[in-house]
């Protein structure tokens, strides 16, 4: 079954059970051999044996069983939910989440070892919603009130902000009338989307900049309703420890951060990351104190003498870009907008037909630029300015800043060394508490404490935030989101339609969107082949053709001497 979606998948058609019958009939006695399916000559049995094996194999990883034959009455469903045993649920949702990574894996095990080694372990994680059939949902999950209104009921509602989990207004006040102190704001279902979301790790480059030492394949992936976001992070860096692959940089946006260091930020740095993330407005400044004389600025530490602008350097300028960008960046646009008016402006004054009102070349683009600068132009000078002096706070902040020495250790322990360089270091060694020798130990808190960032844990990152090594470090992540555009593409995975995966429930979709990253990583490889071996420029032209591309027999030129790639 495996087999026969990866194949449906990679020549590019849906996977549904009448298109994946098509696909067998069609296939040689010889494919079917390579790819280990069988057929016995009955072609009237095919359709029900390939709906069999789905079903046999959604049966053992299946988290949500259950009957789909029809849209489930109140009834019904809670009979449904009713018979679900939880420890087997999480035992089949433990091996969908096994399955998936290693249908990943061993994609990657596609490529040579030398391959491989070149990675240094460095990995962006994101999140994508994938949706489910039945636009208008369903009541949620949690709320057995009401008749189910499609046939894949265990979905989620997902909105664009925050942890991007919701719930609709008459699901509000369901759980309002079960658990009053509980607050739950509903939303209008014409504004969400109905789905799952894919958690998705990805290879970045070893530096911001480096081009084409390896593929940048998807490494990891994990499944969940909307919002249920908790322990997904961790779980994707589990996946690559427990198959021995390297952990190095682990870049994040703001939904990862905002985790509970205990679930996320301390086992993930006992992996052996180097978190590097984003932060909410109201995580920058100043988050802790350490009694030694230290403060943690944006999830950084300095010595506790740092200058109070300083501390609030990153909350000074975040409040100018929210006022200024906007503006700064229309005028950015337009800028560009007319640098090739004028490009285009000077190609007309060459023609003959210049000034001709029905040419359309008698317009004066200076004239659209100079309204641009009126508009905009204090804002962009206001950026401007901003963005300089946070620059230069920046390096001023970075002369009191404690740099960490190695990574935590199992215990959760991390040393850094201290600045003796710093202004004012000689005054604030003489404190009363001030941390003496060259370095500091910081320890995990040993009482519970209340404090969501206690100990710095929650905010601490690799990078000073804001600087040129965050801002290019960070800058990495964006190869995860282009895997997540890449896989909705229609011309390549097209998980985004659910119409091509119409066997119901989440645990096919979580099936597709494995095999379809599998795809999608084995043309990257091939991509990356293809810009390795090629002979000429590429372009949609010849890209397909054999003759662009080194060639070790066949099409190449004949040699006494054995033929080496270029490069």
Same mark, same amino acid.
């Given at each position: 079954?495996?087999?026969?979606?990866?194949?449906?998948?990679?020549?590019?058609?849906?996977?549904?059970?009448?298109?994946?019958?098509?696909?067998?009939?069609?296939?040689?006695?010889?494919?079917?051999?390579?790819?280990?399916?069988?057929?016995?000559?009955?072609?009237?049995?095919?359709?029900? %044996?390939?709906?069999?094996?789905?079903?046999?194999?959604?049966?053992?990883?299946?988290?949500?069983?259950?009957?789909?034959?029809?849209?489930?009455?109140?009834?019904?469903?809670? %009979?449904?939910?009713?018979?679900?045993?939880?420890?087997?649920?999480?035992?089949?949702?433990?091996?969908?989440?096994?399955?998936?990574?290693?249908?990943?894996?061993?994609?990657?095990?596609?490529?040579?070892?030398?391959?491989?080694?070149?990675?240094?372990?460095?990995?962006?994680?994101?999140?994508?919603?994938?949706?489910?059939?039945?636009?208008?949902?369903?009541?949620?999950?949690?709320?057995?009130?009401?008749?189910? %209104?499609?046939?894949?009921?265990?979905?989620?509602?997902? &909105?664009?902000?925050?942890?991007?989990?919701?719930?609709?207004?008459?699901?509000?006040?369901?759980?309002?009338?079960?658990?009053?102190?509980?607050?739950?704001?509903?939303?209008?279902?014409? =504004?969400?989307?109905?789905?799952?979301?894919?958690?998705?790790?990805?290879?970045?480059?070893?530096?911001?900049?480096?081009?084409?030492?390896?593929?940048?394949?998807?490494?990891?992936?994990?499944?969940?309703?909307?919002?249920?976001?908790?322990?997904?992070?961790?779980?994707?860096?589990?996946?690559?420890?427990?198959?021995?692959?390297?952990?190095?940089?682990?870049?994040?946006?703001?939904?990862?951060?905002?985790?509970?260091?205990?679930?996320?930020?301390?086992?993930?740095?006992?992996?052996?990351?180097?978190?590097?993330?984003?932060?909410?407005?109201?995580?920058?400044?100043?988050?802790?104190?350490?009694?030694?004389?230290?403060?943690?600025?944006?999830?950084?530490?300095?010595?506790?003498?740092?200058?109070?602008?300083?501390?609030?350097?990153?909350?000074?300028?975040?409040?100018?870009?929210?006022?200024?960008?906007?503006?700064?960046?229309?005028?950015?646009?337009?800028?560009?907008?007319?640098?090739?008016?004028?490009?285009?402006?000077?190609?007309?004054? &060459?023609?003959?037909?210049?000034?001709?009102?029905?040419?359309?070349?008698?317009?004066?683009?200076?004239?659209?630029?100079?309204?641009?600068?009126?508009?905009?132009?204090?804002?962009?000078?206001?950026?401007?300015?901003?963005?300089?002096?946070?620059?230069?706070?920046?390096?001023?902040?970075?002369?009191?800043?404690? =740099?960490? =020495?190695?990574?935590?250790?199992?215990?959760?322990?991390?040393?850094?060394?201290?600045?003796?360089?710093?202004?004012?270091?000689?005054?604030?060694?003489?404190?009363?508490?001030?941390?003496?020798?060259?370095?500091?130990?910081?320890?995990?808190?040993?009482?519970?404490?209340?404090?969501?960032?206690?100990?710095?844990?929650?905010?601490?990152?690799?990078?000073?935030?804001?600087?040129?090594?965050? &801002?290019?470090?960070?800058?990495?992540?964006?190869?995860?989101?282009?895997?997540?555009?890449?896989?909705?593409?229609?011309?390549?995975?097209?998980?985004?339609?659910?119409?091509?995966?119409?066997? %119901?429930?989440?645990?096919?979709?979580?099936?597709?969107?494995?095999?379809?990253?599998?795809?999608?990583?084995?043309?990257?490889?091939?991509?990356?082949?293809?810009?390795?071996?090629?002979? =000429?420029?590429?372009?949609?032209?010849?890209?397909?053709?054999?003759?662009?591309?080194?060639?070790?027999?066949?099409?190449?030129?004949?040699?006494?001497?054995?033929?080496?790639?270029?490069?």
């Amino acid at each position: 079954m495996l087999s026969l979606i990866l194949l449906q998948i990679r020549i590019g058609r849906p996977t549904l059970i009448t298109e994946l019958t098509r696909t067998l009939l069609q296939l040689s006695p010889w494919q079917r051999t390579v790819l280990h399916l069988t057929h016995d000559g009955m072609d009237d049995r095919v359709y029900e %044996r390939i709906w069999s094996a789905l079903q046999r194999l959604i049966a053992l990883v299946d988290e949500f069983p259950g009957r789909r034959d029809k849209v489930l009455t109140e009834g019904e469903y809670r %009979r449904v939910k009713a018979k679900r045993d939880p420890a087997d649920c999480a035992v089949r949702r433990t091996r969908m989440w096994q399955l998936a990574n290693d249908l990943v894996h061993g994609s990657w095990l596609l490529l040579p070892k030398e391959l491989r080694d070149r990675s240094d372990g460095n990995h962006a994680i994101d999140a994508t919603f994938v949706p489910l059939q039945g636009k208008v949902g369903n009541p949620s999950s949690r709320n057995l009130e009401g008749n189910r %209104r499609t046939a894949n009921p265990d979905g989620g509602f997902y &909105r664009r902000e925050g942890s991007h989990g919701a719930v609709t207004h008459a699901d509000a006040r369901a759980f309002k009338k079960t658990d009053s102190t509980r607050k739950q704001k509903g939303r209008s279902v014409e =504004k969400l989307l109905w789905g799952v979301e894919i958690e998705i790790a990805r290879l970045t480059p070893n530096q911001p900049g480096d081009v084409d030492q390896f593929p940048l394949l998807s490494t990891a992936l994990g499944f969940h309703i909307p919002g249920a976001i908790i322990g997904e992070g961790l779980n994707l860096l589990t996946a690559l420890a427990e198959r021995d692959r390297r952990i190095n940089f682990v870049i994040m946006d703001r939904a990862y951060s905002g985790a509970k260091y205990a679930e996320f930020q301390v086992p993930a740095r006992k992996l052996g990351a180097k978190l590097v993330c984003d932060y909410k407005d109201t995580d920058l400044g100043v988050k802790a104190h350490d009694p030694r004389g230290f403060i943690q600025v944006s999830g950084t530490w300095y010595l506790d003498n740092l200058p109070e602008v300083l501390r609030n350097a990153d909350k000074t300028v975040q409040e100018v870009r929210k006022t200024h960008g906007e503006n700064a960046a229309k005028l950015a646009k337009a800028e560009a907008a007319h640098t090739k008016d004028e490009g285009k402006l000077r190609g007309a004054l &060459r023609s003959p037909h210049f000034g001709d009102p029905e040419s359309g070349t008698d317009e004066n683009p200076t004239l659209a630029i100079e309204d641009a600068r009126k508009k905009y132009g204090n804002s962009s000078r206001v950026l401007h300015q901003a963005e300089t002096l946070y620059a230069k706070q920046l390096g001023r902040r970075e002369l009191y800043r404690l =740099k960490a =020495k190695g990574r935590m250790n199992s215990a959760g322990t991390r040393r850094y060394t201290i600045p003796t360089e710093a202004p004012g270091y000689a005054s604030w060694k003489l404190k009363p508490k001030a941390q003496q020798g060259q370095s500091v130990l910081m320890e995990l808190p040993t009482a519970q404490d209340d404090d969501p960032n206690a100990g710095g844990l929650k905010h601490e990152q690799y990078y000073p935030y804001g600087d040129e090594q965050w &801002r290019t470090t960070y800058s990495m992540r964006n190869g995860v989101e282009s895997a997540n555009r890449n896989l909705k593409r229609s011309q390549y995975e097209d998980i985004a339609n659910p119409d091509k995966r119409a066997v %119901r429930g989440n645990t096919f979709t979580y099936i597709v969107v494995a095999l379809a990253s599998v795809v999608e990583n084995m043309r990257q490889m091939l991509s990356f082949y293809k810009r390795k071996l090629s002979t =000429k420029p590429v372009t949609p032209k010849n890209r397909e053709l054999p003759g662009t591309f080194w060639q070790s027999a066949g099409a190449a030129p004949i040699s006494t001497t054995e033929l080496q790639p270029p490069g």
